[in-house]
């Protein structure tokens, strides 16, 4: 059955990729702009999308870097209050022992 499963995924890749590039063929071959205005079109898309995606991964980074700060801040608080915590316990057992031995 994982053989049938892996065959019909492929089969659908196949018929995307070929759907999609015949699809984008007939609509440029169907377009009512002339070559060079369709071109220019696309060419102005593409660069706004690029432009987008510049912004987008920018952000990305940005954000990326504020939450790993935030998360290293983090973790220097919680390593501190452990140290402080075993320094506590480490006094409380020594004092106890000290109480111990003098009874």
């Known amino acids: 059955m ?3 499963v892996e065959t019909n ?3 659908l890749w196949l018929g995307l990729v070929i759907g999609g590039a015949v699809g984008a063929i007939t609509s440029l071959l169907i377009a009512p702009k ?3 205005k369709l071109r220019k079109d696309l060419w102005s ?6 432009d987008k995606t510049k912004e987008f991964a920018s952000s990305v980074s ?3 870097k504020a939450l790993a700060e935030s998360v290293s801040q983090k973790t220097e608080d919680l390593v501190d209050t452990a140290k402080e915590s075993q320094h506590r316990v480490t006094d409380s057992i020594q004092a106890a022992k000290t ?3 003098n009874n």
């Open 2 to 4: 994982s053989e049938t």
């Open 9 to 11: 995924k492929g089969g």
């Open 34 to 36: 002339a070559g060079s």
């Open 45 to 50: 898309t593409y660069r706004t999308w690029q």
């Open 62 to 64: 940005e954000n990326s």
């Open 99 to 101: 109480t111990f031995q």
